[in-house]
């Protein structure tokens, strides 16, 4: 039985650059500052590790300065729709610099994966010192 995933997306407003921020999102050592407990990579592919749990994924879009994209390489079937991406938005007036993110969840997991979300970003601002 196939579940289908719910794409859901979070904006956060960010007090740091474009550039400074990208560091966190798209490098080992940014994304295990906030994101996992040790982050390695070898080329596109990433892997997370939290405690005793080891997750793939693999790099699949990178603009710098402005988004990366994540696939997950487990053995689901529908893995390949299922990605996860960090887009950076830079107002053009104000140059207010926002974070939006874009993931998926079974929909009875909707809001638990926004609230893991948004403690995580909450954990970047700390880190980025923009809280």
């Given at each position: ?79 390949d729709d299922c990605y996860f991406e960090f887009k950076i938005v ?37 880190v980025l010192g923009a809280a």
């Amino acid at each position: 039985m196939m579940t289908t995933k719910k794409a859901f997306s979070i904006e956060i407003d960010f007090q740091a650059s474009p550039q400074l921020l990208f560091q966190y999102l798209s490098t080992p050592s940014g994304l295990s500052e906030w994101f996992a407990d040790n982050v390695n990579s070898r080329g596109e592919d990433f892997t997370f590790i939290w405690d005793d749990t080891e997750e793939y994924a693999k790099l699949i879009q990178k603009k710098n300065n402005e988004k990366v994209r994540f696939r997950w390489m487990n053995d689901e079937e529908d893995q390949d729709d299922c990605y996860f991406e960090f887009k950076i938005v830079v107002d053009e007036i104000t140059k207010d610099v926002s974070l939006n993110i874009s993931d998926f969840a079974e929909e009875d997991e909707l809001e638990e994966a926004k609230m893991l979300w948004n403690n995580l970003v909450s954990s970047l601002k700390q880190v980025l010192g923009a809280a």
